[in-house]
Every structure is written in C-alpha cells, then in structure tokens.
C-alpha cells in the first residue's frame, strides 16, 4: 500500500518526531511504499491564496504534488501536537491547500447553497492520527470537548471518504518518563502494524 505520513511540529528532537519515525519504520518493515512529509522541516507554504480557491484552479507545484499524492495514498497517517484544541497552523494550511474540492471532496449534484453535502473522494482506505498533549484527559474533555476529534474526524476524514479512522493522545507528555515514552512508542508501532498489516 501507498501510506503519506504527514508530521508538524517544529523541532526534530520532540517526542512527535519519535511518533512518526516510528510509524515509517513500521510501515516500511511491513512492505508499504511510505510517502513521508515533514511539514516544518520541508517549509511548507501554508497560506492560502485567493487565486487558488476555485475548484480548477492553476496550482504551484508543490501544491499539486502533495495533492496527488494524497489523491493516491491507500492510508494517511498524520502526527502532530494539541495546540489549542488545534493542529499546528503549518497544518492547517496543509489541510486548507491539499484537501481541496476536486482532490479529497466535491459537492454533491444539485447541492443546495448552505447544505453542504460532500462526497469524499479519497480511496484511503484508513487514517491513522497521533497527537501530543500536555493537558489531562478528563480536563480535556470536560473543558474542551476534545476538539481535535470533531477536526479529523467528523469534519476531514468522514467528509473526505475514509472509512476508517483511529486516533490516539498521548499525554501528558511534559511529565512522561523515558520509560513511559518508549511504552508509547511500542503502541505506536503496534497501531500503525495493526492497521496497515504486512502484505
């Protein structure tokens, strides 16, 4: 299987760069063709511009490559920190260029203005998303609802076609040990195992 691994976060030694090393190696070891992009590392361009908002239109090549490639890919695996209930904005930027009509989604026909019926146009068949949080899990979701999952899940991935999506926290981070770390990083890589076997 053709898997894209996205990754955002700025600095190469954090413990999500240990998450996304992780799941290639697995990937790889497991036969997949892994198509690895690191957001910050790479500078991605994640402005929007109006030009490129139309369903159509002429895109940079950058831009045009990571969307074919993510028209491609069998499964998505995306790694990156709770920012604010958020992904990082380099991210966003990612999802707000990448995921675009005509590539993971269009309207469909005779789409009332406002109702916004999507058809998901991703053959991924699985999503795998890992996030970092130094917030406990109650406070998280007794305070905030956890709004990441509302982002990846009822909003991108089920809007976009993927069936199956899987999502794991790992928190807190700041207080974890080494130990517990290399714990986390052993379910990363059975996660990633699980849901993308070996051929």
């Given at each position: 299987m053709k898997i894209s691994v996205i990754i955002a976060h700025p600095d190469k030694a954090s413990f999500n760069s240990a998450i996304a090393q992780t799941a290639v190696e697995t990937l790889k070891e497991n036969g997949h063709d892994v198509v690895f992009h690191d957001l910050y590392r790479e500078k991605f361009p994640a402005i929007l511009p109006a030009a490129e908002i139309p369903r159509g239109a002429s895109l940079p090549?950058?831009?045009?490559?990571?969307c074919a490639e993510i028209a491609a890919a069998e499964g998505i695996i995306a790694v990156h920190p709770n920012w604010w209930g958020q992904p990082p904005a380099i991210l966003?930027?990612?999802?707000?260029?990448?995921?675009?009509?005509?590539?993971?989604?269009?309207f469909a026909e005779g789409d009332t203005i406002g109702a916004g019926e999507l058809i998901g146009l991703l053959k991924a068949e699985a999503v795998l998303v890992f996030n970092t949080s130094n917030t406990a899990g109650e406070r998280e979701t007794a305070v905030y609802g956890d709004p990441l999952e509302l982002i990846w899940k009822n909003n991108l991935f089920i809007s976009c076609g993927v069936k199956k999506y899987y999502r794991k926290t790992f928190r807190v981070v700041v207080a974890s040990t080494l130990e517990q770390r290399n714990e986390w990083l052993k379910e990363v890589r059975d996660t990633t195992a699980r849901c993308f076997p070996g051929k």
């Open positions: 090549k950058i831009i045009a490559k990571h966003k930027g990612w999802i707000d260029r990448v995921l675009r009509p005509g590539v993971a989604y269009k």
